[in-house]
């Protein structure tokens, strides 16, 4: 029995940038516009692909990868969500993200 290769479940096409490979084509141009603001000396640097652990009640339930996590110039920290949509599975664990992280984190989703 032979499989035949699809794309991205999504449709989303890969891309490189600054030698990283991005799971989309908005990804990276967040990550180049993210380049632009620390070379202005808006944000101190960022992170990408940052695994947060859901836990609730000492019971591990899921992770979550964040595409960035932004330092700000004053030391907080942003999670930073890019997607063409929501799905219903990112909404449950955007929810949960907030409650378990939000007051460490603010969270910004950019679709």
Request: glycine share 8%; hydrophobic share 35%; charged share 30%.
């Amino acid at each position: 029995m032979w499989s035949q290769r699809r794309g991205n479940k999504y449709g989303n096409t890969r891309k490189v940038y600054g030698g990283q490979v991005y799971d989309s084509k908005k990804e990276s141009r967040q990550a180049q516009e993210l380049d632009l603001l620390i070379k202005a000396h808006e944000i101190k640097g960022y992170e990408r692909q940052v695994r947060f652990s859901i836990d609730v009640n000492g019971y591990h339930i899921c992770n979550y990868i964040a595409d960035f996590v932004i330092e700000n110039l004053d030391g907080s920290k942003e999670i930073l969500e890019v997607k063409g949509f929501a799905t219903e599975i990112f909404r449950l664990k955007w929810k949960l993200i907030e409650a378990l992280y939000g007051d460490t984190y603010k969270m910004v989703l950019i679709t």
